[in-house]
């Protein structure tokens, strides 16, 4: 329905970096079904995927992923699956593997460790993968969004706690208005701030890598729950935790949309688009 | 591209520009692909310092959305569930709504909370007050907890039901496992989720036992739970439990030995922290 072209504005969004955290997959599911079904009775929404392309990978980590599909005892797998330096250990923690102030903190170097970052930032397949096809674009990028669990949080940048992002406030400003969308949902309540403050400091995220190529409003969502199933959320808390979190990351791409495409010029883009459509029938 | 269509692009492209259309980011600085994160104004002394350990640790007013508050009260829940935990009754930790941290001289440091905790079962809440002291030194001693203004979520009784089973495991059935607590898709069988409840109330005896300012732990799942016979009408387990330790984002592996009754509630008698083995990797010999 709408032809990407040269310089189109973008949103991001990555789930499953993490192999463990099925809920994230199960999230990018629902929100591509929840965006095709939308825009055919809502304008809004319809003005959006008209103005922005909307980039979703669903598994990022998807060697991990098959992994911790393959029986009970490799159901908390974290990593993904590149052979360690030595025969006897496997897995690069993904998330800890960007270009972004790389081995520097929250990190182990042992390859056995669940945050072993890899032999160098972007050693790993996955990460190039993102590196290249986001930072190819990253003028267009408007949003990117990274989705994991556990813990019902919204992180912003940066990991390493002696560095703030230029835009702090409005991160934390669009952040807690993400969570009060959340929270009118089903009342869960999930917290927002930098990792640092609010979980633990790190490095090499894809989150951060995203912030310093000057994506502006760059997220990790840490889905339900808080602990008490983690990892192995029940199958009745699919649904919900998809309509809390869609709702959040709702928020976060219209502010990212009416930023850049203010009244006026979103009409103008569209009839812009819809007209060199017909132009080519024209022709 | 026909010169048609390029007029229809230009003329429209004249109308879009003119409406000022404001590209990304009120303050961008450096489109420099490889530009570094602006540093804060304070903090750049502990450059060095934030690249080994932890920053210096929050004192004074804490915020209770930020880690340390939140780690604290974790244990506050550790401590509930250990002490009055049973088949019947778990507790979590629902909210934060205040906390204070000070230094100890020379024996460790103290938190002071206002948290609401949950009973998971009743689905009941409460606001509690808290205290939670972590020693320091070489000797790697348990953080202390005690609680206070909670006594309704405490009295909450689910005797009966905790009557039943203890006389339906002590003399008739035996638990034995078959999958892990949750399994892989988050389920449990109806008639484990007691014994699921039991394991996290064992566990978090040893939860609390090995907390420390720069951990968070919770249960991610129980491999498996085995009855023993009875001893001293206590009734008698044998569990295995993976742990979560979020920071290292670790799953320490466990082996328990405990008891229940009703009347004396989880003892736990022996645990031992298995290696940190990679069954996958270890193709040691085929079983």
Redesign the interface.
């Known amino acids: 329905m709408h032809q990407p072209f040269e310089g189109s504005q973008a949103i991001w969004m990555d789930c499953g970096i993490h192999a463990r955290e099925w809920i994230a997959p199960a999230f990018c599911q629902y929100f591509v079904r929840q965006i095709l079904q939308t825009y055919k009775t809502d304008a809004k929404m319809e003005a959006m995927m008209t103005n922005m392309d909307f980039y979703i990978t669903p598994v990022l980590n998807v060697d991990g992923y098959m992994f911790s ?1 393959k029986n ?5 797998w ?1 990593k993904n699956r590149s052979p360690g330096p030595s025969g ?3 897995g690069t ?1 993904l998330n800890r593997n960007f ?1 972004a ?1 790389w081995g ?2 929250g990190v ?1 170097s042992d390859c ?4 072993y970052p890899g032999r160098g930032p972007i050693s790993e397949p996955e990460a190039q993968a993102v590196t290249y096809f986001v ?1 190819s674009r ?2 267009d990028f ?1 949003c990117f969004l990274t989705i994991h669990s556990y ?1 019902q949080l919204l992180l912003i ?2 990991g ?8 702090y406030n ?1 991160l934390m400003k669009v952040g807690e208005e993400a969570a009060e969308a959340i929270l009118k949902v089903h009342g869960k ?1 999930y ?3 930098t990792s640092p ?5 790190n490095s090499g995220s894809s989150r ?1 890598w995203a ?6 409003l760059t997220f990790t969502f840490e889905l339900r729950d ?10 009745e ?1 699919i649904q919900p935790t998809c309509e809390e979190a869609y709702s959040g990351a709702l928020h976060i791409i219209t502010y990212a949309h009416d ?4 009244g ?2 979103a009409t ?2 569209a ?2 688009t819809t ?2 459509a017909l ?2 029938h ?2 | 591209m026909g010169l048609r269509r390029a007029i229809v692009l230009v003329a429209l492209m004249e109308v879009t520009w003119s409406l000022n259309v404001t590209t990304i980011g009120p303050e961008t600085v450096s489109t420099d692909a490889s530009a570094h994160p602006e540093p804060a104004e304070e903090n750049t002394e502990q450059k060095e310092a934030a690249a080994a350990e932890e920053d210096v640790m929050a004192t004074g007013e804490l915020n209770p959305n930020h880690y340390p508050a939140q780690r604290a009260a974790k244990l506050v829940q550790h401590y509930l569930n250990a002490r009055y935990g049973s088949p019947y009754k778990l507790f979590g930790l629902k909210e934060v709504h205040s906390g204070n941290a000070e230094e100890v001289a020379d024996s460790g440091r103290k938190y002071q909370l206002e948290i609401s905790v949950h009973e998971i079962i009743s689905n009941t809440k409460e606001k509690c007050s808290a205290e939670v002291f972590f020693p320091s030194g070489a000797k790697q001693l348990s953080p202390q907890v005690q609680v206070s203004a909670c006594e309704e979520i405490l009295k909450l009784d689910a005797k009966s039901e905790e009557q039943a089973l203890y006389q339906q495991y002590k003399t008739n059935k035996t638990v034995r496992t078959e999958e892990r607590l949750p399994d892989s898709y988050g389920h449990i069988d109806p008639e484990m989720t007691p014994f699921w409840h039991l394991s996290i109330v064992a566990s978090s005896f040893i939860m609390l036992k090995e907390s420390t300012e720069n951990t968070l732990y919770n249960v991610a799942q129980v491999a498996n739970i085995t009855q023993l016979a009875t001893e001293n009408d206590q009734l008698k387990f044998d569990c295995h439990v993976l742990l979560h330790e979020m920071v290292s984002q670790e799953i320490p592996q466990w082996k328990l030995l405990f008891t229940w009754s009703p009347a004396e509630g989880v003892k736990v008698l022996h645990t031992e922290q298995l290696p940190h083995v990679h069954e996958f990797e270890k193709r040691a010999k085929p079983n």
């Open positions: 599909w009970s005892s490799t159901r908390l974290r006897d250990c496997y923690d270009d102030n520097t903190i182990s056995n460790s669940d945050i930072g990253k003028e408007l813990g940048p940066y390493h706690p002696d560095f703030t992002a230029s835009n409005e309540k917290r927002v701030g403050a609010v979980l633990y400091p951060d912030r310093m190529q000057d994506i502006p808080n602990g008490t199933y983690g990892f192995e959320l029940p199958q808390e930023k850049t495409f203010n006026a010029a103008a883009a009839l812009w007209l060199l132009g080519v024209l022709m």
